[in-house]
């Protein structure tokens, strides 16, 4: 089942989200490729939330590995659990960084906001080492969001990538989901059919207070 909702509730989910030790969650800001600009729906959210951006040694010429230690390090640093929200490549960091750290457990969720599709032959030369992408399903639970005009991803991709990881689908249709959808994504007007229907009997990411309450 599915129920119109907003971006917006997503992110109070997010913020609401607590561990059962009583530890604030640490939202973590995962940008992609050129990293986020502050126009950047990302960015909008560190500054409205003081979410903590995790920041890349290259944003230019990213390396596959060190952008991987770098997460793994950050996540290690968190003084409690994590969400991670992701956006193009670092939606593919997310897949191959939970592939092989020893420190996935704590992560509660993620959102991942179109992914970069790095296996495309346009983009084989731009990064290279990234591909082939990391399919096994997520050790946590996670949304991916996708729309039918990304330039980065088309949509059939975007959606078999969630059903490899085990992510929950949202379909933001034509609004895009990079740089010039902020506003959308902070307000969410434009954003329908969030899903909201428990996968194996759980909640999804961020959506349980600290009493094990459903939030709406």
């Known amino acids: 089942a599915q129920a119109a909702t907003s971006m ?3 992110t109070q989910a997010l913020q609401q989200a607590r561990a ?3 530890a604030p969650t640490t939202v973590l800001i995962l940008p ?3 990293g986020s600009g502050p126009d950047h729906w990302q960015m909008q959210w560190a500054h409205a939330h003081g979410y903590t951006v995790v920041e890349q040694n290259d944003w230019l010429h990213p390396r596959r590995g060190d952008w991987l230690a770098r997460l793994d390090e950050v996540v290690i ?3 409690g659990p994590v969400v991670l929200a992701a956006h193009s490549l670092g939606c593919i960091l997310v897949a191959a960084w ?3 750290s020893r420190h996935t457990a704590r992560v509660r969720g993620a959102l991942l906001v179109a992914p970069g599709d790095v296996e495309a032959p346009e983009w084989a ?3 290279p080492g990234w591909a082939p992408i990391v399919r096994q399903p997520l050790p946590f639970k996670s949304i991916l969001v996708g729309s039918q005009n990304d330039p980065y991803c088309r949509a059939d991709r975007a959606q078999a990538l969630a059903q490899d990881w085990g992510a929950e689908w949202l379909n ?3 609004a895009g989901t990079g740089p010039g959808a902020a506003n959308a994504l902070v307000s969410g007007p434009q954003l329908a059919a ?3 229907a428990e996968r194996q009997g759980e909640p999804l990411p961020g959506r349980r207070d600290v009493d094990g309450n459903v939030l709406a």
């Open 125 to 127: 030369d731009r990064l």
């Open 32 to 34: 992609g490729w050129q």
């Open 77 to 79: 640093d968190a003084p």
């Open 20 to 22: 059962q030790d009583g």
């Open 98 to 100: 939970a592939s092989l």
């Open 172 to 174: 933001f249709g034509s």
């Open 8 to 10: 917006n509730d997503l």
């Open 194 to 196: 969030a899903p909201t």
